[in-house]
């Protein structure tokens, strides 16, 4: 268990992806380029089982930006998407119900 103020500490924001693509030598790995309202950050995100980088720019997704950079395949990741898991183990992304502007707070 998190107390609530753990919770707080967590930023989350509605990201829109502009641009997507495989990360060459990987199954799972696509690098995104999303905008967060205030800027736009690469992400690294295990979806490549369920999306193809095609059908991704465009979507928007919930994103935590307050994480600490990780580099994976030697490409930095500023945050990180959040998903649900299939009982299969593949992530199902997350979208509004409604369009709404990229860098909304998540709460």
Not at 34 to 46: F, K, M, S
Not at 58 to 63: D, M
Not at 65 to 93: C, D, F, Q, Y
């Amino acid at each position: 268990m998190i107390t609530f103020e753990d919770f707080k500490k967590l930023e989350i924001k509605i990201g829109r992806i502009l641009s997507a693509k495989r990360v060459e030598g990987t199954d799972k790995l696509i690098e995104l380029l999303v905008d967060i309202g205030t800027e736009e950050r690469t992400l690294v995100a295990g979806i490549a089982q369920s999306y193809s980088a095609e059908e991704l720019p465009g979507k928007l997704i919930p994103v935590l930006v307050n994480l600490e950079p990780k580099k994976m395949r030697g490409i930095t990741s500023h945050g990180m998407i959040l998903a649900a898991t299939e009982m299969e183990g593949k992530p199902v992304l997350l979208h509004p119900d409604r369009d709404v502007l990229p860098g909304s707070e998540v709460r």
